[in-house]
């Protein structure tokens, strides 16, 4: 089956994960990183998951699942290890008008949570459509390897260095020059090797020295 892939926005919408277990901890991670306003159903809590009630980051509902519990929800996660009660999940989300997931059951899902890797502002998706979870493992941890932060720390120039020019009178074909120019430099290469002064002269001949690392504000460490 083919998935159309997309990013949705997650901030402060409310999230069901139904299950209490480490891989319904799992989820609950991704999403409250995501933002989300998280809701876990489970009469047994992972310490962690204990963690996370106590402080007040999620919500937790210490009983098993009952019919209106996917009610005003973005999406409901299921993980709770019992087929007969995801599907009934599911079909409850469904009425609902709630998009659902229940691991290691694609046959239920309106939608897979892939493989990620990410980098601050990077994030690469993979998935083999329920194929194979273990290649998209495999190369998610291939990627892991190769993707540095200096990726992420290039985005963040990149990304600063746009919304500056912005406020500039410069034309579109210049700015497209700009960052074509810095994409096709070795700037990921001096960053890796923390060379922030050539990454600095290498600013300034692409914008004709109208910006440094200095200039955009540049947390670039402790190795400047």
Not at 162 to 188: C, H, N, Q, W
Request: net charge neutral; glycine share 8%; hydrophobic share 45%.
């Amino acid at each position: 089956m083919k998935y159309y892939p997309i990013f949705v926005r997650a901030v402060g919408r409310k999230c069901l994960v139904v299950g209490g277990g480490s891989v319904a901890e799992q989820k609950v991670r991704s999403l409250l990183e995501a933002g989300a306003g998280v809701t876990v159903v489970s009469p047994d809590l992972t310490a962690n998951l204990e963690g996370m009630a106590g402080r007040g980051a999620i919500t937790c509902v210490r009983r098993v699942y009952q019919e209106g519990d996917t009610e005003g929800c973005f999406v409901v996660f299921a993980a709770t290890g019992r087929a007969d009660v995801d599907r009934r999940i599911a079909e409850h989300a469904a009425r609902s008008g709630t998009l659902f997931n229940a691991v290691d059951r694609p046959d239920l899902c309106d939608f897979i949570s892939p493989a990620v890797v990410t980098r601050d502002d990077l994030t690469i998706a993979i998935s083999t459509s329920g194929a194979s979870p273990a290649m998209a493992r495999q190369l998610r941890q291939k990627l892991e390897a190769e993707i540095g932060p200096e990726y992420a720390l290039a985005l963040q120039i990149l990304g600063r260095l746009r919304e500056r020019l912005k406020g500039l009178d410069v034309a579109a074909d210049e700015r497209s020059r700009i960052f074509t120019e810095l994409v096709e430099s070795p700037l990921l290469e001096l960053l890796r090797c923390r060379r922030f002064g050539d990454v600095d002269a290498l600013l300034a001949a692409a914008t004709a020295a109208r910006f440094t690392l200095s200039s955009l504000d540049i947390d670039w460490g402790d190795g400047a």
